[in-house]
């Protein structure tokens, strides 16, 4: 396909749980974000790669959040023994990114997993 | 530290009304300056962006927004709204061309025929 991919669409996990979210970019985007999005507002930021170096993880909640993108394309978001706090919708989007001479490309979003810690 | 702000919660809109979204920024350095709108059940689309250049820029749908350095804004504009039109409008701002991208708390427009 041609946009942002991310699996699994919904996550259902019992609290002390850990999970994995992937996020498949669109090809050739060189900018991958991770952004949490509680309903009704705005996403926000936790971490964002340029290729495979992330570059700022200063939104990671506390270090029960990692991310990795470890050959520049498929990123996975790992929480681990989740807690009920962090049920929301995790958004991925890519961009072209600096390879395009800095990063004024518009980020494209995948549809989100929406996890929900019971 | 970089922020937005999108001081309305909710803007309500007769069909065929001029409509205005406001949002306001604050960043070190040229700011990048991104709406997006999202439907029901649906991710977030682009709808238009300012980097440099003139200051009103337009964008899908009809839509186009005004940068005002001064004023540190970047109101979004519709000459003529739809119904369609109905959505949340998140505003977002990077720093100059590099770093995160930091998004507002996002406005709900309804349209109302």
């Known amino acids: 396909g041609a946009g942002v991919s991310q699996s699994p669409r919904y996550k259902v996990t019992k609290r002390g749980q850990d999970v994995a979210l992937r996020c498949d970019p669109i090809?050739?985007?060189?900018?991958l974000y991770w952004y949490r999005q509680a309903l009704g507002q705005g996403p926000e930021f936790l971490t964002y790669?340029?290729?495979?170096?992330?570059?700022?993880k200063s939104g990671l909640p506390n270090d029960r959040f990692s991310a990795e993108r470890p050959e520049g394309s498929i990123s996975t978001l790992t929480i681990q023994r989740t807690e009920q706090r962090d049920s929301a919708m995790y958004r991925c989007?890519?961009?072209?990114?600096?390879?395009?001479?800095?990063?004024?490309?518009?980020?494209?979003f995948g549809n989100g997993t929406r996890l929900t810690v019971t | 530290a970089q922020s937005v702000a999108q001081p309305e919660d909710q803007v309500n809109v007769a069909e065929g009304n001029p409509l205005t979204v406001k949002c306001t920024y604050s960043?070190?350095?040229?700011?990048?300056l991104f709406w997006y709108v999202q439907y029901p059940n649906r991710g977030l689309q682009f709808l238009l962006k300012?980097?440099?250049?003139?200051?009103l820029v337009k964008g899908s749908y009809g839509f186009e927004a005004e940068f005002n350095k001064s004023q540190t804004s970047f109101h979004l504009k519709k000459p003529s709204a739809l119904v369609s039109d109905s959505a949340l409008y998140f505003c977002?701002?990077?720093?100059?061309?590099?770093?995160?991208?930091?998004f507002g708390k996002g406005t709900k427009l309804s349209v109302k025929p």
């Open positions: 989007a890519s961009s072209l990114g600096i390879g395009q001479g800095g990063d004024n490309s518009p980020l494209h």
């Open positions: 090809s050739g985007h060189v900018s």
């Open positions: 790669f340029n290729y495979e170096a992330q570059q700022d």
């Open positions: 960043v070190s350095g040229n700011p990048y």
């Open positions: 300012y980097i440099t250049g003139d200051n």
């Open positions: 977002a701002v990077r720093g100059g061309s590099q770093g995160n991208l930091i």
